[in-house]
């Protein structure tokens, strides 16, 4: 089953919200701030909020954003690569994340990472990513003087910026690797990512979306054996938004109720 859907227009009122910890801009460090919190210069006061990994089914990145949209202006951090290592998983951003955050009036920074360490864990994975800080506060201080809306300072960075950034994080993961002496993923990767996303943005978001597409399949045909289900019903939801964005999820049960005439999941 296929259920498709259709945003067109937003509006929410938020109840479910966190008192956000105020972190003043002049003692700044993302690496060590909360999850989500209050950035404070001067009389400017921001919501931020920040990823773990630019891939959205991990670490709960919504519930953080969603701590921070009780708040006028709101930003967001996310990683546009995250590499473990060969032994782990290399992520890339996507394009219906930007999509989303545009959607909920989020600036989004396109962040690297520049340290981490040896995961002890494992003999290839490295672990305690840290983000460039110097970097995000310069972003934040763009935001700080930017007065037009989310979206468009996040197609901006987009179509203005993501090249430079794609090429702070190949250099910052080849010097991760050098210092931890952990084999990382081959950088062509990222060229390759570099390279097919180009310098329009309807080239990244048809290559990001292809990519979300057939993970949507993927999970369609997979089994998880701590599910325990009362039907084999597994079926595609797809929701299209305003902006273009789409959003490909798959959930693990569906049945129709016919004396009201609609479907649960």
Known sequence: MNVTGQITGIK???FLFENLQTV???KFNINKSPSFFLSKDGRTSFAVSKWVSPKRTRSYPYERVYNTLNVSKKITVIPIIKDEGVDGDRDYLQWDTVSLMSLLDVFVIFAYYNKATKNPNYENKITDFQFDNKYVISKIKEIEQYHSSALHWNLSELKNNLYSILDKAKKSYAKIEKQTGILLHNQTGIENFKRKIGKDVSVFMEFSREKAQKAQSREMITSQPKESLSTNTKAKITITNYL?????FTVDEVFIDKEIGSWHT
């Open 244 to 248: 273009g964005g789409q959003y490909f």
């Open 12 to 14: 929410y009122k938020v």
């Open 24 to 26: 003043d801009i002049g």
